[in-house]
C-alpha cells in the first residue's frame, strides 16, 4: 500500500512538472504575442495562409482579439501568397465582428482567454481552422507528452 501511495506521489510531482512546463511556454507565447509586434505581424501572416490552405474556401471569416485587429488587417496581404499557390482562387476574407476572448490576464485567471493567433471558419460555420495560439500549444502538449515524458523521467524507478 505504501509503494503504491509512493507511486502516486511520483505520478503527481511529474504531472505537475509538465503544468508547469505548459505555463511556462503560454507565458512565453503571450509575450510573443504582445512585445515583439514584427515577428507577431510575421507568425500571423503565416498563421492565416495555413489556415486559407486548409479551408480552400471561396469566402471565409476571420476571427481575432479586438486588440488586434489592426495587426491583422496589416497582414491581409497573406491573401496574396495564398493565391500565388497552384489551383486556389483568392479568398474573400471577412473579418468577423464576434472577436476572441482577450489574453489571459490575473485580473481575469479563471474566464475565457486567447493568448493570440486567428480562426478561421467557412462563411457557413460548417468549417473551422482553430489557429490560435492556445490551441496549437494544446495541440503539442498533448502529442508530445509521452515522448516529453520519457524524456525527462526516462531513469526514474520507484
Request: proline content about 5%; hydrophobic content about 40%.
Amino acid at each position: 500500500m505504501q509503494l503504491n501511495a509512493s507511486w502516486i506521489k511520483v505520478l503527481q510531482a511529474q504531472d505537475d512538472l509538465i503544468s508547469s512546463m505548459k505555463e511556462t511556454a503560454a507565458e512565453e507565447i503571450l509575450h510573443v504575442s504582445y512585445h515583439n509586434d514584427h515577428s507577431y505581424k510575421k507568425l500571423l501572416h503565416d498563421l492565416i495562409v495555413q489556415s486559407l490552405l486548409r479551408l480552400k474556401e471561396p469566402s471565409v471569416l476571420l476571427r481575432c482579439r479586438k486588440d488586434i485587429v489592426n495587426l491583422v488587417e496589416d497582414v491581409l496581404d497573406a491573401v496574396k501568397e495564398y493565391a500565388e499557390k497552384p489551383m486556389v482562387h483568392t479568398p474573400e476574407i471577412i473579418i468577423d465582428h464576434i472577436h476572441l476572448p482577450p489574453a489571459p490576464s490575473h485580473h481575469n485567471a479563471h474566464g475565457p482567454s486567447c493568448s493570440g493567433g486567428v480562426v478561421l471558419a467557412s462563411r457557413d460555420g460548417k468549417i473551422v481552422c482553430e489557429n490560435t495560439l492556445d490551441a496549437r500549444l494544446e495541440v503539442v502538449f498533448r502529442k508530445k507528452q509521452p515522448e516529453i515524458r520519457k524524456c525527462l523521467f526516462s531513469g526514474i524507478a520507484v
